[in-house]
């Protein structure tokens, strides 16, 4: 709880913090070092550099740009550090007869009383009385970020416990299907978006996968591909035909793969085989979405669902095998697009077009997974009746 005996700092130092090895913000007087909030924001750092050193009240409350939930606030308030005293407040101590009631921060009773006024014409919820969505227990996107109190979470849910090996957690634990995607759709943050122990011995790293990866494995490949497609194809424009045609095949394979293989929830066999190969290949992903090293999908992973498809696409197109090879290779950029798209809306600063992606595919994560499987456009939800409504607060914590 911030007290007078917090530290007031000199606006000029507070400006002074405004790189990503020292950050702060301030919002009214107050001031917070969200140094180690950078990566986890849900916007990706970049955004808020914008605004290292200075106020965020007004970006907070913008509209257009993303109107925050009390639950931003309240992670911010996990980072207070200090006051600020700016130039009115330092105007009115040297003018006042008794500056010891202006500064330190906050000023005394008169001020307190305001500060009391103000944090209720905000409407700052108490935790008991906040808002949230049944299916996951959160409220906004600003929850996927929230710190998961890993003892208290273990306590309370009975399910997983982050400290420990989350594999055979899940293939001993003997939790029923309808337990188990409650739980699995209830996100958790993991200290600060680190990776929880998957397996806890040598196959560890073989479950972590940088973004960098998908386009530095696929991407040669496409082109090569490309190229060994063209030398077989009598002109460039059937190129570029065959392989946007594979373009455009790759998003409803996209949609698909979401919402019947990932999302295959209803169909889920109740057992711990069933359970098991539902958490590796998508439900860890729910349950931990920050996750930054286990959100693009392994090289590994990619081959076994991609092979049926070169088959498929050699079928298709029997009539010419070079046809069919550029039709391939549009597919996979596709999916080169989709995986980058996805790491992105997860984590990075977007233009405006994405930045209403990128709301629309955490909704999916914080509000209704059931909904809303496109994640590099929302045309096929449109098409198939499965976009995500006007959000609905569905009960009280």
């Not at 009631?101 to 906050?106: A, F, T």
């Not at 498809?309 to 290779?329: N, R």
């Not at 080169?336 to 997860?346: I, R």
């Amino acid at each position: 709880m911030a007290t007078r005996a917090d530290p007031t700092l000199p606006l000029a130092d507070v400006e002074a913090h405004n790189t990503a090895k020292s950050c702060y913000v301030t919002l009214g007087n107050k001031v917070f070092d969200i140094t180690s909030f950078l990566n986890d924001h849900p916007g990706g750092a970049d955004l808020i550099l914008e605004y290292a050193g200075k106020n965020v009240e007004e970006i907070m409350k913008d509209e257009l740009s993303h109107s925050h939930s009390d639950s931003a606030y309240e992670l911010l308030d996990e980072h207070f550090i200090g006051y600020c005293a700016d130039e009115p407040v330092v105007d009115a101590a040297t003018e006042s007869h008794i500056p010891s009631d202006i500064i330190p921060l906050p000023p005394t009773e008169a001020g307190t009383r305001e500060i009391s006024r103000s944090e209720s014409m905000n409407g700052h919820a108490p935790e008991a009385d906040k808002k949230v969505y049944a299916t996951t227990g959160m409220s906004s996107a600003d929850d996927l970020s929230k710190e998961t109190d890993t003892s208290a979470d273990y306590r309370a849910h009975k399910f997983l416990d982050l400290r420990r090996p989350l594999f055979p957690q899940i293939w001993y634990g003997g939790f029923s299907k309808d337990f188990y995607l409650e739980q699995v759709h209830r996100p958790r943050h993991y200290k600060g978006g680190q990776s929880a122990p998957l397996f806890g011995n040598f196959l560890e790293p073989l479950s972590k996968t940088p973004w960098w990866v998908i386009p530095s494995v696929w991407l040669p490949l496409v082109a090569y591909g490309t190229y060994i497609a063209g030398q077989g194809l009598p002109s460039t424009f059937q190129l570029a035909a065959y392989w946007v045609i594979g373009l455009c095949i790759w998003t409803i394979v996209e949609y698909g793969l979401h919402r019947c293989l990932f999302h295959v929830d209803n169909y889920l066999p109740d057992n711990r085989v069933g359970i098991t190969l539902h958490f590796m290949l998508h439900g860890i992903h729910h349950y931990l979405p920050m996750d930054r090293l286990r959100l693009v999908m392994p090289p590994t992973l990619f081959v076994i669902l991609a092979t049926p498809f070169w088959k498929l696409a050699h079928i298709i197109f029997f009539y010419d095998w070079y046809a069919a090879t550029a039709v391939y290779c549009g597919g996979i950029f596709g999916y080169v697009c989709y995986d980058m798209t996805h790491y992105f809306l997860h984590h990075k600063s977007l233009p405006s077009y994405y930045k209403e992606l990128k709301k629309y595919h955490l909704q999916h994560h914080f509000a209704d997974y059931e909904n809303g499987f496109g994640v590099t456009s929302r045309f096929w939800d449109w098409v198939f009746k499965t976009e995500l409504p006007p959000p609905k607060i569905l009960k009280t914590r």
